[in-house]
């Protein structure tokens, strides 16, 4: 945030594929998991990434809203398993 403090810096190093051992853990740009299109990588952490839409979103919602949209969790939480295998 800016102000008047000293900024602090951060350098990650080796984040690229370090859990996976590539950034496209899977080898694919793309995948589809349960009819659903996903990119997953591996920069510090492995994530999962799919458009809203396919979840029946905007991609505006707030954590709030999407925290109390069970209907959302449904359908996500099987993909995130599955990409974590």
């Keep these: ?12 190093m080796d984040v690229v594929g370090s ?3 590539a950034l ?5 740009l793309k995948d589809e998991i349960n009819g659903v299109t996903v990119t997953c990588m591996d920069v510090a952490m492995p994530i999962v990434i799919a458009r809203a839409d396919a979840f029946g979103l905007s991609g505006y919602e707030t954590v709030d809203e999407l925290d109390a949209n069970s209907a959302f969790y449904q359908p996500l939480e ?8």
């Excluded at 945030?1 to 990650?12: D, Q, V």
């Excluded at 099987?78 to 295998?85: D, H, L, Q």
Aim: glycine fraction near 14%; charge should be positive.
């Design 1 to 12: 945030m800016p102000g008047t403090a000293a900024p602090i810096y951060l350098n990650f």
């Design 19 to 21: 859990t996976t051992g």
């Design 24 to 28: 496209l853990s899977t080898g694919n």
């Design 78 to 85: 099987p993909i995130r398993r599955k990409a974590g295998y």
